[in-house]
């Protein structure tokens, strides 16, 4: 049985693809150096799916790191997620996003090719679209004129796939285009973890919801929307894991380079979710209106045809599923892993 290694496998969508990869009868390995992530997420991958799940806690950027785990595992696929996502963060550390970000990908690669490993499923985000304005976002809108270095990491590393495919087309890529993720495994046992304050919606939310933070800001009243907030396209991460399982079945049958969107293909508005949530966990969460976030655009989602033409997946979960879910990993772990 051959096996797939997850960079990043200890992260948020990360543990959940793992876990949906080994429910698919894939064998995993992990290389996750901790930097943003709990070992405990490990111990839960393996207390939810029953299976074996190999680890090692390496820094994906270290080459003879690599090599040792290519040298004893037969590695078949590859799905990159190690990497540091936070957009505000790379602002501030534009240096320390592109040495991570980029030499991954690059060690990756060249360790990958050492072993006549050519199949990778790259974690991308919506983000290389930039400030594109036409939505729903279609593969083929175009992207770059990114915001942030975190932004432009994603991109420079489709770009240097893409060019890795060229140099070789034995080569099989498929660069998947992550919406906004939200939500938890059905048990409440992984979750999404944040260090501090989170930056993102739905952990913010939950963390008022369960009384860490007091009210949540809503950034924006007065974008072209139906209601003034911002709309994006929350998809349920278990729906993102199982993408990820589609991918990496097409990836290892395939060659080629393949940009995919994974997203539910609808918008939701910041108070649509806000009131979601309130519906589905009968907390109330007071917020407050402030300024717009430098950066934000007004409309995001996905189009979702290539995704269900190439990868025969769609999302199935709605947002009060993503609510429920999200609520329940935070009652059950009020101060995460
Ligand atoms: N928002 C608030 N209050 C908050 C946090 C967010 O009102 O406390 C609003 C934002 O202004 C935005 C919406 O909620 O309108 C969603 O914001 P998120 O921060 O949850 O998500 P983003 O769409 O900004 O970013 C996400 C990922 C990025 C990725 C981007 C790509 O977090 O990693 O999608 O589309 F780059």
Same mark, same amino acid.
């Given at each position: 049985m051959f096996e797939v290694l997850v960079t990043g496998g200890a992260g948020y969508i990360g543990s959940h693809t793992c876990v949906s990869l080994l429910d698919a009868g894939f064998s995993v390995v992990i290389a996750d150096d901790l930097s943003n992530s709990k070992f405990e997420a490990i111990s839960r991958i393996r207390s939810i799916t029953g299976n074996k799940v190999t680890f090692y806690p390496y820094d994906v950027t270290d080459e003879i790191e690599l090599e040792k785990i290519f040298t004893r595992h037969s590695i078949r696929c590859v799905v990159h997620f190690a990497g540091k996502k936070a957009v505000g963060e790379s602002v501030e550390m534009p240096l320390e996003y592109y040495r991570t970000n980029l030499l991954s990908t690059i060690s990756l690669t060249r360790v990958m090719k050492r072993h006549n490993v050519k199949n990778i499923v790259f974690s991308s &985000?919506?983000?290389? =679209?930039?400030? #594109?304005?036409?939505?729903? =976002? &279609?593969?083929t809108a175009p992207t770059g004129n990114c915001t942030n270095p975190y932004a432009w990491t994603k991109w420079m590393n489709e770009r240097i796939l893409t060019d890795v495919h060229r140099s070789d087309p034995d080569w099989s890529v498929i660069l998947l285009r992550y919406f906004n993720p939200v939500g938890a495994h059905p048990s409440g046992q992984i979750g999404e973890d944040p260090l501090g304050i989170p930056n993102n919606l739905f952990p913010y939310v939950t963390q008022v919801a369960v009384g860490k933070l007091d009210r949540l800001p809503i950034?924006? #009243?007065? =974008?072209?929307t139906k209601d003034g907030t911002g709309v994006r396209d929350f998809i349920h991460v278990m729906d993102l894991a199982e993408g990820h399982v589609s991918a990496v079945r097409k990836c290892i049958q395939d060659y080629g380079v393949h940009a995919i969107n994974l997203g539910s293909g609808k918008g939701y508005s910041v108070l649509e979710v806000l009131h979601a949530f309130e519906e589905a966990t009968g907390k109330e969460i007071p917020h407050y209106f402030c300024p717009r976030r430098e950066g934000d655009v007004a409309v995001s989602y996905a189009s979702t045809k290539k995704a269900a033409q190439e990868l025969r997946w769609r999302a199935q979960r709605d947002l009060r599923e993503m609510c429920q879910d999200a609520w329940n990993w935070q009652k059950l772990n009020p101060l995460g892993y």
């Open positions: &985000s919506a983000t290389v =679209y930039g400030n #594109s304005k036409k939505v729903p =976002y &279609s593969e950034f924006g #009243s007065d =974008y072209p």
